[in-house]
Nanobody
């Protein structure tokens, strides 16, 4: 059973950095896109960043582009989100999401059967 597990969340001051890691267990094939969403209290889920199964194509939400960088290891077992220049509005629970479409692009992360982790809290103070 596929299960993404996030780590690396915490509390930082505005302008600081955090590095989130997602580890995926239970999937023998690594031919799937992976990415990050976030959801703050009272708000809907927001796309943060994604990477295709090859690691060669990435996508970012407009609010984080230029500040966050997504990457993955060679076998797509670990996903990294490097967050720099954090702002209070980045405060949210960040979720790692694994696509289920083979050879998938980042668009596959939007599908209803994509698999979500439990999330990790990121808090940015002013």
């Amino acid at each position: 059973q596929v299960q993404p597990v996030e780590s690396g969340g915490g509390s930082v001051e505005a302008g600081g950095s955090l590095r989130l890691t997602c580890t995926v267990s239970g999937r023998s094939s690594n031919l799937f896109a992976m990415g990050w969403f976030r959801q703050a209290p009272g708000k809907g889920r927001e796309f943060v960043a994604g990477v295709s199964w090859t690691g060669q194509s990435t996508a970012y939400g407009g609010s984080v582009k230029g500040r966050f960088t997504i990457s993955r290891d060679s076998d797509n077992r670990q996903l990294i989100l490097q967050m720099n220049g954090l702002l209070p509005e980045d405060t949210s629970v960040y979720y790692c999401v694994a696509g289920v479409r083979r050879f998938g692009s980042t668009e596959s992360l939007m599908e209803d059967d994509a698999i979500w982790g439990q999330g990790t809290q990121v808090t940015v103070s002013s």
